[in-house]
């Protein structure tokens, strides 16, 4: 029976994982897809564009802070079964829109799709079934998602190359809904052990959760953190081109994505009982140098080595917060408290690519907005261990 019990919660994780390459490489990287060849076939500004997709992730947001009701409610496999539907509805939306106006209904449909696969989608998957390993097991869980950026960012390109933007949006969404689909379905049924808990034990009202000083340290050090990292994410290649050419740049955000997956395997097996904060403080803290390395570095070799250490905290800026939640609150709070911080994560970060765009075109240079991204990196690592002195 144990031997059953740990087999389903490792299928689970893997479930989780597919769900991951899907709902990133179409939620995540398909409106960085959609905005330059909308520009290009359909003569929209990048302006209007860039609008519709924070739009997206401002939404998405939104949806994310009611996924624990939605679960507790219709469950993990029904909300995740709806979530890959309204994922490629909203691909095909994007896609086939002839008119800035009905950006409108695409942005609703990938938003609502990408929330009910996002970071807080993957742990309410996972937690319910692991305790002592969760950290492996939501570090194997997330690495779908660097996974799929380095699987959907070159199919998205090479497919639109053959078959067009309307025809590839169509393929990759029914691929994602045939995959998906059966997989949450057969899997996604939180453990009787987890459903007899949360009756014994209800959550905390959403209100309590956000004045206890460990929410407010996390949400905001992991805010800022990933305010930074997706907002030289959006820029690295426009900072390396000068220095590579266009595609060694571009093989750069691969080569970064790989780094993630290391980084966050790596710490998902070293972490175990250790202080997680302390981890986080120093993941962001090596981001910083990566940072650096790369708003003010030259040659090869520097900026070669500022991609790998911003690299391999890449993927656990994802990771961690659950991990954190799971040994600072009750387990009945733990997927309010998740879901909540990353909707504020993405409420945040979904400004990050303004912010540092405008940065350089009035500067006309990268290195005050990536020095930007170090001091911010910093700020976090001191919030996330404020929390941690303070609790002690």
């Known amino acids: 029976m144990a031997a059953t019990a740990v087999s389903e919660s490792w299928k689970v994780v893997w479930v989780a994982f597919v769900v991951a390459v899907f709902g990133w490489g179409l939620g995540f990287y398909g409106p960085a897809v959609y905005l330059p060849t909308l520009h290009a076939t359909r003569g929209w500004s990048i302006a209007t564009l860039s609008t519709a997709i924070t ?37 095909i939306a994007w896609a086939n829109a002839q008119q800035p106006w009905q950006l409108v209904p695409a942005l609703v449909l990938s938003g609502a799709g990408w929330a009910a696969t996002s970071g807080a989608a993957l742990n309410a998957m996972v937690a319910p079934w692991f305790d002592r390993d969760r950290p492996k097991a939501i570090s194997m869980a997330f690495n779908g998602a660097s996974v799929g950026g380095i699987l959907f960012a070159p199919l998205w390109m090479a497919l639109i190359s053959i078959v067009g933007l309307s025809s590839a949006a169509f393929a990759l969404a029914i691929a994602m809904i045939v995959v998906v689909c059966p997989l949450a379905y057969f899997h996604l049924k939180a453990p009787r052990a987890s459903v007899q808990a949360m009756a014994v034990a209800p959550p905390s ?135 909540l911080v990353v909707a504020t994560n993405q409420a945040v970060f979904a400004f990050a690519p303004a912010v540092f765009g405008w940065l350089r075109d009035a500067t006309d240079s990268y290195a005050v907005a990536f020095c930007l991204a170090a001091i911010v990196q910093v700020a976090a690592a001191l919030i996330v261990l404020s929390g941690r002195a303070r609790r002690r």
């Open 55 to 91: 739009a997206h992730y401002l939404l998405s947001a939104a949806l994310i802070a009611g996924l624990p009701e939605a679960y507790r409610r219709f469950g993990v496999g029904r909300v995740t079964i709806a979530g890959a539907i309204l994922t490629g509805l909203g691909a």
């Open 205 to 339: 009202s959403r209100a309590t959760l956000m004045r206890q000083r460990a929410f407010v340290t996390m949400s905001a050090a992991f805010a800022l953190g990933l305010f930074a990292q997706i907002g030289l994410f959006a820029h690295l290649i426009a900072r390396l081109e000068p220095n590579f050419g266009p595609g060694v740049a571009a093989a750069a955000i691969s080569g970064i994505t790989l780094c993630a997956i290391l980084g966050r395997t790596f710490l998902g097996w070293l972490l175990s009982q250790r202080d997680r904060r302390v981890a986080t403080a120093a993941n962001l803290a090596m981001q910083a140098v990566g940072s650096l390395l790369l708003a003010f570095g030259n040659g090869s070799m520097s900026l070669a080595l500022g991609c790998v250490l911003f690299g391999l905290g890449v993927g656990n800026l994802t990771s961690l917060p659950p991990l954190i939640a799971q040994r600072e609150f009750r387990p009945a709070d733990v997927g309010t408290v998740v879901a």
